[in-house]
């Protein structure tokens, strides 16, 4: 497979640049072939060029090879188990590297004994990502089932950061002996069906998009954390971020972590005891258990997965995902915000982010219970400008504000609700369908085109950019108050229905 | 009890299951589904799977069978007295949810506990009647770690180690006194007892492999166990020795240290407070000290201040150095390996590569620094060949230097 063959183009020395071309990036063969005849022929290191793939085109001249009975060498058997892993790494200096080695190795055999040695420690360390490498994909590969009248099939997609799809093959074959499966990912793709097979490099929309199980595991996930000790760090140290898009349960960190305070603090307050227990258990396992009683729930559910793939307008592009309402098909109250920010594009969930946050202490304050009403936003992606690596939020404008308003008005007529809020501007927008000065709405129910009642008040984000404190807080105060007027108005309908 | 399907009961018992610290698969025999009829294999380390934001790894599926109980220790979420929901798993369920989220890779194997229902034979013997079929039914070969009960039969106590990878039974606390004021029907005694006769099983297991290749394994990650720390008055001091004692006596692979976590619906008799989580992590590096770098218990105890605690600010082994200046600085070219390990910021990787590179030639300051990680920490302790500390290491200011400035808050995102 490998050749070795010259360039016309002359170095700046005296030896022809020779080019070794190797069958794919991590081929320990090819390149144990041809760096053994090149060493044997004593060429230099700097006058090679290592290329990948059949790149036959664009080479000129003939083979140089040295004579094929150069003499026969040895070198330490550690030697080739790591470079059989250092070969792996994505590094385009590996090749170069391990010749370089390999050629030391012939007048110090003792090289790799010495780990303090900058080429031995580079090896090292190149060596050390690849075996991490191995291991979180050992880890963080997840199978999702796939459709087949012959029985069960899984595959997974997954992108490694080094060439080792082969390396670790072997692994999933002895775990999974039996049972069908395939890993896909960008550079090479993985089969086992009582033998290994390899095909190239695929897509993700070439894998399943999902996996019934997935709930399941997630409420594991959710359940097994244990809020009162919050350690971010740690976590993020063993389970970096760039894992976390082909992770299932990932999405539900943001909203552990910005819970956990307030379920410790449930957890420590003495007071009502049956009512804190009842609270644990709605935070372990409330969040996405569905009641599933055949009414607005599942009309609720089925407008949710429709959403998820809503192309109406073009934010659908860069946003992450569509960050639908959450909370109970039977709720009485319906709080409609703006969009989602930054917090809520990545984890999925409305109102979690540091606006949501200051929401919930409002909520709090004015004595509404947030798990018993129905939160949602006018705009279901998040529109933002990308600023160096930040998302910086863009209000929606009104074309993208009507093409979703087709949510909004479903979402409150599966769910019916006795008062909707608008947050905001935009969402005021959104259940009016015209331009409303808040200042002047606030504070008194206005009747909607469907009949339904609605209250107008700021949205909570509109407090975190007041930078005097004072005036913040007398806003936050009559932000609540809003609040307050909008539970009596319930109380007041419920009473009277 | 209202009926459940298997997800609720899943977020009640796994919600149960969470203040067990331990999730290791590692130390078992290897395994893979070649030739078999099942999936699974354990081929030394562990892997953990995923991570919640508490920073501790999912490895294994932990719940319990039931969290409904006939004990009432206080410390314990699922004792008799409390408040919250109860749930029960079949023998069925546990089977399929383990198959289904090991095909999916999303663990390595079962850690199955359970609250005590019944009486503590029937609870047992449900809980190996789970690995039992894992085992022969569906010739399940990934991990699986049984909790076992201290009272339960010593014959199902044997076939618990048939199937099991490893067994554990809690001490519960470091102390006796502790146990019998938080446990109060649990006996310090039994658990002894317990503990002792699984050792022995696990050594009479041993000598039989010795002379019959084709006797079967009995618990072969042997056992392991838990203390919570922070719930009573016992010292770090107390809890190394405590620790070492287990280690020596039963041979147990581990001992786990869990910070005392408040829990929903909590007893009167304990203290309602976060728990120290640092105190846990330093209890885990002079849990290390002592398996790994050459400590005796007493040194490690040695480390503590006047009231038997470890200090939180900095590690137990910078500690020790600090009170044993003498000792140090160390030359890394001559130093026997004992003396290496005891190098504040040396782990025994560095260690044995330090070993292996000055067999070739002598070692300088920026050769360690390749080998190490952070030389700044270990420039006081160190004598290389181009670099001797001036009088550092009797600094009164040492200490701050090494002190890590304390972060205020942790990061949201």
């Given amino acids: 497979m490998e050749r070795v063959v010259a360039r016309s183009r002359e170095p700046p020395g005296d030896d022809p640049v020779l080019t070794a071309v190797l069958a794919r990036p991590d081929d320990i063969d090819g390149w144990r072939t041809v760096a053994r005849r090149l060493a044997a022929g004593g060429v230099a290191g700097d006058t090679i060029v290592w290329q990948v793939g059949d790149t036959a085109t ?96 899984f595959a997974a997609w997954f992108e490694p950061e080094h060439h080792i799809v082969r390396l670790n093959a072997g692994f999933f074959a002895r775990r999974f002996a039996n049972m069908r499966w395939s890993i896909l990912t960008p550079d090479e793709c993985v089969h086992w069906d009582g033998e290994l097979s390899f095909t190239p490099g695929a897509t993700r929309a070439d894998a399943p998009d999902g996996d019934a199980l997935e709930e399941t595991w997630r409420t594991y996930f959710a359940s097994i954390f244990n809020p009162a000790r919050l350690k971010v760090k740690a976590m993020t140290a063993e389970m970096p971020k760039k894992y976390w898009r082909n992770l299932p349960e990932a999405s539900l960190v943001p909203g552990l972590i910005a819970g956990a305070a307030e379920r410790t603090r449930m957890m420590i307050d003495a007071g009502d005891k049956a009512g804190m227990s009842n609270a644990a258990v709605q935070a372990g396992a409330g969040a996405w258990v569905r009641t599933g009683d055949g009414g607005p729930a599942d009309a609720l559910a089925e407008l949710r997965d429709d959403a998820a793939q809503c192309k109406r307008c073009p934010l659908y592009g860069p946003a992450t995902q569509t960050v639908f309402g959450e909370g109970p098909a039977d709720a009485q109250l319906v709080f409609v915000g703006e969009q989602p920010g930054d917090n809520e594009d990545l984890a999925g969930r409305p109102f979690i982010g540091p606006a949501g946050q200051l929401f919930d202490r409002a909520l709090a304050a004015a004595g509404i219970d947030r798990t018993r009403a129905y939160v949602t936003n006018a705009v279901k992606h998040f529109k933002f400008e990308q600023r160096g690596k930040r998302r910086i939020h863009s209000k929606p404008d009104t074309s993208e504000i009507d093409a979703c308003r087709w949510w909004v008005d479903h979402e409150r007529a599966a769910i019916r609700p006795a008062v909707t809020v608008a947050l905001g501007a935009t969402a005021a927008r959104s259940l009016t369908g015209k331009a409303v000065t808040i200042s002047r709405e606030r504070g008194r129910p206005l009747t909607l085109a469907d009949g339904s009642e609605a209250w107008i008040t700021v949205h909570p984000s509109f407090l975190l950019r007041i930078e005097d404190k004072a005036a913040a807080a007398l806003e936050f105060d009559r932000f609540v108050a809003d609040l307050v007027a909008v539970r009596e108005r319930l109380a007041a309908l419920a009473g009277a229905g | 009890m209202s009926h459940l399907d298997t997800r609720a009961k899943l977020a009640i018992l796994a919600d149960a299951a969470k203040y067990d610290a331990s999730c290791a698969s590692s130390g078992t025999v290897k395994r893979t589904s070649i030739g078999g009829k099942g999936i699974g294999s354990t081929e030394g380390s562990g892997i953990c799977h995923s991570y ?362």
Avoid at chain 2, 124 to 134: G, I, S
Avoid at chain 2, 148 to 173: C, F, H, K, W
Avoid at chain 2, 221 to 249: E, N, P
């Fill in chain 2, 52 to 413: 919640a934001p508490d920073g501790r790894c999912i490895s294994l599926l932990k719940i319990l069978l039931t969290n409904s109980c006939i004990f009432d220790c206080h410390y314990c979420i699922n004792r008799k007295s409390s408040n919250v929901r109860r749930a029960r798993f079949t023998v069925d369920e546990v089977v399929r949810l383990t198959l289904s989220f090991y095909k999916r890779n999303y663990i390595e194997g079962l850690f199955l506990s359970s609250g005590i229902i019944g009486t503590p034979d029937y609870t047992m013997e449900q809980l190996v009647r789970v690995a039992k079929e894992l085992r022969t039914v569906h010739d399940f070969r990934g991990y699986i770690h049984l909790k076992t009960i201290p009272d339960a039969d010593p014959a199902l106590i044997e076939q618990a180690g048939l199937y099991a990878d490893r067994l554990s039974i809690n001490v519960e606390l470091p102390t006796e006194t502790g146990l019998n004021k938080l446990a109060p029907e649990k006996s310090a005694g039994r658990i002894r007892t317990a503990m002792r006769e699984l050792k022995a099983g696990i050594d009479d297991n041993r000598d039989a492999r010795a002379k019959y290749r084709s006797a079967p394994r009995f618990a072969p990650a042997g056992q392991s166990t838990q203390m919570i720390v922070g719930a009573d008055a016992a010292t770090d001091s107390d809890v190394v020795a405590s620790a070492s004692a287990l280690y020596s006596k039963f041979g147990l692979r581990r001992v786990y240290y869990s910070a005392f976590s408040p829990i929903p619906d909590a007893s009167a008799v304990l203290p309602l407070v976060r728990p120290p989580l640092m105190r846990e992590h330093r209890l885990y590096q002079a849990d290390w000290l002592v398996r790994f770098y050459g400590f005796a218990p007493s040194e490690v105890q040695d480390a503590t201040d006047g009231g038997g605690m470890l200090p939180l600010d900095i590690d137990p082994k910078t500690a020790w150095a600090l009170k044993h200046r003498d000792d140090f600085p160390v030359d890394i070219n001559r130093a026997p390996r004992e003396m290496l390990l005891r190098i504040p910021g040396m782990g025994v990787k560095t260690v044995n590569s330090v070993l292996r590179a000055r067999r070739q030639r002598r070692l300088r300051l920026d050769d360690l620094g390749r080998l190490t990680r952070s030389i700044e920490r270990l420039r006081p302790f160190v004598v290389a060949a181009d670099w001797r500390p001036l009088a550092l290491a009797e600094s009164a200011v040492l200490r701050r230097t090494l002190v890590k400035p304390e972060r205020s808050q942790l990061e949201l995102f």
């Fill in chain 1, 58 to 153: 664009d080479l000129l001249g003939g083979d140089v090879l040295p004579p094929g009975d150069a003499p026969m060498f040895t070198v330490p058997k550690e030697f080739l188990a790591v470079a059989s892993r250092v070969i792996c790494n994505r590094d385009a200096e590996r090749f170069a590297l391990l010749y370089t080695a390999l050629t030391t190795l012939r007048t110090r055999p003792k090289l790799l004994d010495d780990p303090a040695d900058p080429l031995v420690r580079r090896l090292y360390d190149l060596d050390k990502g690849v075996r991490r490498d191995v291991h979180k994909m050992r880890a963080f590969v997840r199978f999702r089932d796939v459709p087949d009248p012959e029985g069960e099939r």
